[in-house]
Antibody, heavy 124, light 104 residues
């Protein structure tokens, strides 16, 4: 079924940048869209960003648009999420998740593999 | 697209039948997904395409609906089913989730 492993979380000062990484194994990485989903402490799930299997299509939630960049390196089976000018509201557990589909634009059938998450805490 | 999930929490006992509803702010056809999340764990997909059971998921879980109204049901609730459940729409971007239902 595959596995995902996030890293790069920690304490970051407000206004600074962070880069999260997601390493995959056990599935054909380039055939799957990948998303980042976050969960603030005690709150629900928020989709943050997603990219298609090729990496050419990239989309962002309004809450991070303009501050966030998603990239993927299919040769390394890795996905990255950079957030610039971090805010208190970016404090959350960040999951990467594999979509059941290649393309993220069209309707898809959910995210079937999730990592354990990496925690980001924005400090002032 | 907004996903409005209800109730936000419910109290149930082992053996009970539990029903959660999710309403989309506009039609999403059958692009509704249901996840289960336990504390400290990532979400787990249970149902996709509104009613299709993910491989390996017990048959006591089921989903139905299309358009804007969706229902998720657990029959014969088991001890391991006490968790939070989320609906999600997967038709358009950004993907959006319901607020969650805690089954306790």
């Amino acid at each position: 079924e595959g596995q995902l492993l996030e890293s790069g979380g920690g304490v970051v000062q407000m206004g600074e940048s962070l880069r999260l990484s997601c390493a995959s194994s056990g599935f054909t990485f380039s055939r799957s869209a990948i998303s980042w989903v976050r969960q603030a402490p005690g709150k629900g799930l928020e989709w943050v960003s997603g990219t298609s299997g090729s990496g050419t299509s990239k989309y962002y939630a309004d809450s991070v648009k303009g501050r966030c960049t998603i990239t993927r390196d299919n040769s390394k089976s890795m996905v990255y999420l950079e957030i610039h000018d971090v805010r208190h509201e970016d404090t959350a557990l960040y999951f990467c998740a594999k979509d059941k589909s290649y393309d993220i634009v069209a309707g898809t059938y959910g995210m079937d593999v999730w990592g354990q998450g990496t925690t980001v805490t924005v400090s002032s | 697209i907004q996903m409005t999930q209800s109730p936000s929490a419910l109290s149930a006992s082992v053996g009970d039948r539990v029903t959660i509803t999710c309403r989309a702010s506009e039609s999403i056809s059958n692009y509704a997904i249901w996840y289960q999340q336990k504390p400290g764990k990532p979400p787990k997909i249970l149902i996709y395409a509104a009613s299709v059971l993910q491989s390996g998921v017990p048959s006591r879980f089921s989903g139905s609906g299309s358009g804007t109204d969706f229902t998720f049901t657990i029959t014969n609730l088991q001890p391991e089913d006490f968790a939070t459940y989320y609906c999600q729409q997967s038709l358009t971007l950004p993907r959006t989730f319901g607020q969650g239902t805690k089954v306790e």
